[in-house]
């Protein structure tokens, strides 16, 4: 965005969702140049340290979190949150302790925006209708499922929409135009633009690839533009800046937790560029 306004080429009129409604008022009011979203595992490594995550993105002015329900066989994540995932089920999370937790973290943090990843299956298991029904009861403003395909999940994408709750779906710099524009039209709340193939956790060299990708991107969007995939340092999000609406950090994150614990997130978070941040 820009002066508050998307940087892509259309309005968001194609979901007419309250996700990316607000992701344009943030940015409207607060003028920065690019907003955060951060990721956690839910369960891991437990959840009093969950949400004391989120209460340092709040501190820290992170505008929306992703909460990720762990499965057995997270097919887009790479080895680090892959074990998180795995260690999260080991400790007995469910799907049902995730709604909960989730519930009482938009009630205690209602400056955050929060979204659930998660794969297919859980959906499935939970039962769909419900699924999506409860996640709008609880004020989850989105959903990231990579493994559900637009063209074979139609139910679910109606479902998502009578709901009003956001279907985000994914791009990679090798969606050819005809699918980005496609996905474009369907994605719901934003674009997740992953920076490259592959899964995630690896670093990302950012450059003259990732701007020809975006400027692609741009071209077709009707919603605001998210980048995930290697954001590893404020040089990252500083590269991002002009180029897409959110920056997206999830394993960097996880990586710092594990290895500096909560003040080292703290610290993480600080390092970021001031305008991105409070």
Avoid: W
Wanted: proline share 4%.
């Amino acid at each position: 965005m820009k002066d508050g306004q998307l940087l892509s080429s259309e309005k968001a009129d194609n979901t007419a969702d309250s996700l990316a409604e607000r992701i344009a008022a943030v940015n409207k009011a607060s003028g920065k140049p690019i907003q955060l979203m951060t990721h956690q595992i839910v369960g891991y490594p437990d959840l009093e340290t969950n949400y004391e995550l989120i209460r340092l993105f709040d501190r820290n002015g992170v505008e929306l979190v992703e909460l990720q329900l762990p499965f057995s066989e997270p097919i887009a994540d790479g080895p680090v949150f892959l074990r998180a995932n795995q260690a999260s089920l080991a400790k007995g999370t469910t799907t049902r302790r995730c709604m909960e937790f989730a519930r009482k973290a938009v009630a205690d943090f209602p400056n955050i925006a929060f979204l659930f990843m998660t794969y297919y299956n859980v959906v499935l298991q939970y039962g769909m209708e419900a699924f999506v029904r409860e996640c709008a009861d609880i004020g989850i403003r989105g959903l990231i499922v990579p493994d559900a395909r637009p063209e074979e999940s139609g139910a679910f994408l109606k479902a998502c929409r009578e709901h009003g709750v956001a279907l985000v779906l994914i791009a990679t710099p090798y969606t050819d135009d005809k699918r980005l524009s496609y996905l474009s039209q369907q994605t719901g709340g934003f674009l997740y633009c992953a920076a490259r193939k592959g899964v995630t956790g690896s670093k990302t060299a950012f450059g003259r690839e990732t701007d020809d990708f975006l400027a692609r991107v741009r071209h077709y969007a009707r919603t605001p533009v998210a980048v995930g995939f290697g954001i590893q340092d404020a040089a990252d999000v500083a590269f991002l800046q002009g180029k897409c609406d959110i920056a997206i950090i999830g394993t960097q994150l996880l990586n710092v937790l594990e290895q500096s614990g909560l003040a080292g997130v703290e610290r993480f978070l600080a390092s970021l560029p001031p305008e991105a941040i409070k």
